[in-house]
């Protein structure tokens, strides 16, 4: 306002730039996580001024065995367990831990089971069978364990977060594309942590009765499953 305390002055910044002095602390400290333009954009408004090629990486891995083992003349034996991980990981394009994406997710899944077949008699095979299988898809963003008090935030703010994590920020007007689940100017998008497990617990037995010209077989399976998980707001 000017003197009489009702006009508002309007005049411009020196050199038509907002002075350092009134930005916030905190915002000033993110701009060092903003990937540096790469490409000329728009003429005038220097808008789409970047551009990455980094690409989505997918890791494999799985190993599988098995074991068969006859014991004696009525018991044959075997046993397996399988192994099997997969990882992906969005493309830094930022190249820090405020990366605009979701972060690295990880699907796991084990398998075991025994197997034994009881040959009581010329008449008389039994099988009995347990096992177990677990699955787990998990992620977590880049920036986990993030404090956020590096960027000038109050150590109240830092202590109400569920998880320690660098902020997510959302620019009115920006738009970046194809990173992961979703996009945000910078930081993490909203929900890419999380860690869901399912167990399952299996056993089966059956019996195979031979009698004159007729077959018999009979047998229970019994089935426990186990889901659990989380999800951070």
Not at 64 to 83: E, M, P, V, Y
Request: proline share 6%.
């Amino acid at each position: 306002f000017n003197a009489d305390g009702r006009t508002r002055v309007r005049d411009a910044f020196p050199g038509n730039r907002i002075p350092a002095s009134l930005m916030d602390p905190a915002a000033l400290k993110m701009l060092d996580y903003w990937a540096s333009p790469s490409i000329t954009g728009n003429l005038r408004t220097g808008a789409n001024n970047f551009l990455s090629t980094a690409g989505e990486k997918y890791d494999t891995n799985q190993v599988n065995a098995r074991i068969d083992h006859t014991l004696g003349r009525s018991h044959q034996l075997f046993g397996r367990i399988s192994w099997d991980e997969n990882q992906v990981l969005p493309p830094n394009v930022f190249g820090n831990i405020a990366n605009p994406s979701s972060g690295p997710q990880l699907f796991t899944q084990r398998n075991a089971g025994v197997q034994d077949t009881w040959t009581v008699n010329p008449a008389a095979v039994a099988t009995f069978r347990i096992g177990l299988s677990r699955l787990r898809d998990s992620a977590q963003p880049y920036g986990l364990d993030f404090d956020i008090k590096q960027l000038g935030f109050p150590q109240g703010y830092a202590a109400a977060q569920t998880v320690r994590i660098f902020p997510s920020i959302n620019v009115a007007g920006m738009t970046v594309s194809n990173l992961g689940f979703g996009s945000s100017g910078l930081g993490p998008v909203n929900s890419t942590m999380f860690n869901n497990c399912q167990n399952a617990y299996t056993g089966q037995s059956d019996l195979t009765l031979v009698r004159g010209s007729h077959v018999i077989k009979f047998g229970a399976d019994a089935r426990v499953y186990r889901v659990h998980g989380n999800r951070p707001d």
